[in-house]
Every structure is written in C-alpha cells, then in structure tokens.
C-alpha cells in the first residue's frame, strides 16, 4: 500500500458539532501531518507527529484536537468550529529522519454551516 | 524563518511549448526543494524535487534547476500537454526539519 488515505470524503458539521477526521497510511512512515488548504492557497501545517509523539503545533486554536493512535493512523477532533474553518483539510505522511518527502491523502472538504 | 515567493501566480502556454516557474527562497539553510503538482480537487502530489548538493535534476519532460547563490530554483516543463494543466506549489525546507514552507501556486494552463 502506497497511498495515504482519509475518511471523509467530504464533511458538513454544524457550529456545536463534535466531529472527526481520519487519516491511514501503511507505508511505514514515522511522520504524519495535517494541513489545512483554502481555495487557491498552499496547503498551511497545523500538526505533525514525530513517532507517534506531537512535534510541532502550529498555533492552532484548540477547537482542533489532533491525536495519533497508533504509527499508522492519526484523527482530527474537530468541536464548536467556526465558517471560516470551512476548507480542505490534507494529511500527509513522510519516512522520519533524513527523507522530508510527504505524500498527501485526497483530503477531505470540510464545510461549517 | 523561511519565506519562499512563487512567480508567476498564473501561466497560461500552448500545448507543446515550454514552462517555467520559479521560486526564491531566503534560508540560505534550506537544502531540500520539491515541486508539487495539484489537479483541481486532488490532493498535492510530488512531480520532482532536488537537494542542494546538485544543481538540475530532470524527470522526463520536467526539470528543476536550482541556484543557491541566488537562492532561487525554478521548474521547467517541455513539450507541454493538456494534463499538465494544474497549480503548481513549490517549497523550501531544511532537510529533516519536518516543516515544509510553501510558495503561493501557480496555476499552469495549457491551450490546445
């Protein structure tokens, strides 16, 4: 398995919502992140994790929760989000160390009504 | 911190003609630099990328130079096609620093 994948395709959530996003990758890969896209801008970090541990919190407001279970999964906990948080959110995953390469999941569009 | 300035922002050439885009970058730091290719709706996906210690790397018909004097690098496409029409993001690293920091895009179209 060469991919990484993200579940949902597409999310709508309303404002008190409690919702989750997911993310897998078999590659064997030791770093994962989240970024979040707007239309017509480059993917923004928010998250990585470094073996299964945070290593970087881009500032993020703390209605975004990330977590990783496990070296192959890792969730977003999304709660009272705001419409300006309406947008892609991508999940990349890249071999830890000297490989900075990061392989992107089909993301998923999320909308806050 | 690093900032990397992406131009131009939109580039619109005829099928089979050349394109360029280029990047500056100011972390004279920064040794790793990958182009990223994404369709409308997808997600980012590698097309090339190149380390500091060579100053051209080609794949096929795209190429990136990289000047680190100068510190900017640029991609080129040849013999252009109609599925190479996407925006593409360019980015600067120090190589295993985790944090990739990104152009703004450009977006490519290809006339037929």
């Known amino acids: 398995d060469t991919e990484v994948t993200q579940t949902p395709k597409h999310l709508v959530m309303g404002m008190t919502n409690k919702k989750s996003l997911k993310c897998e990758q078999h590659?064997?890969?030791?770093?994962m992140y989240w970024y979040k896209q707007k239309a017509k801008k480059p993917p923004e970090l928010m998250f990585v994790y470094s073996y299964e541990k945070l290593s970087i919190n881009e500032s993020v407001p703390s209605r975004f929760s990330p977590e990783c279970p496990n070296s192959s999964l890792l969730n977003l906990h999304l709660h009272a989000l705001q419409p300006e948080d309406s947008a892609l959110y991508l999940c990349?995953?890249?071999?830890?160390?000297?490989?900075?390469?990061?392989?992107f999941g089909p993301g998923t569009r999320l909308t806050v009504l | 911190g690093e900032n990397v300035e992406q131009h131009p922002s939109t580039l619109s050439v005829q099928e089979g003609d050349s394109a360029v885009i280029k990047c500056t970058y100011s972390d004279s730091a920064s040794n790793y630099f990958p182009w990223y290719k994404q369709e409308l709706g997808k997600r980012p996906q590698l097309i090339i990328d190149i380390r500091s210690n060579v100053g051209e790397k080609k794949d096929q018909r795209i190429a990136v130079t990289l000047n680190k004097t100068a510190k900017h690098f640029s991609l080129h496409i040849t013999e252009t096609q109609p599925e190479d029409s996407a925006v593409y993001f360019c980015?600067?690293?120090?190589?295993?620093?985790?944090?990739?920091?990104f152009g703004q895009g450009t977006r490519l179209t290809i006339n037929p």
């Open positions: 590659m064997g890969h030791r770093a």
């Open positions: 990349a995953s890249s071999q830890e160390s000297q490989s900075n390469e990061q392989f």
């Open positions: 980015a600067a690293t120090v190589q295993g620093a985790q944090k990739l920091v």
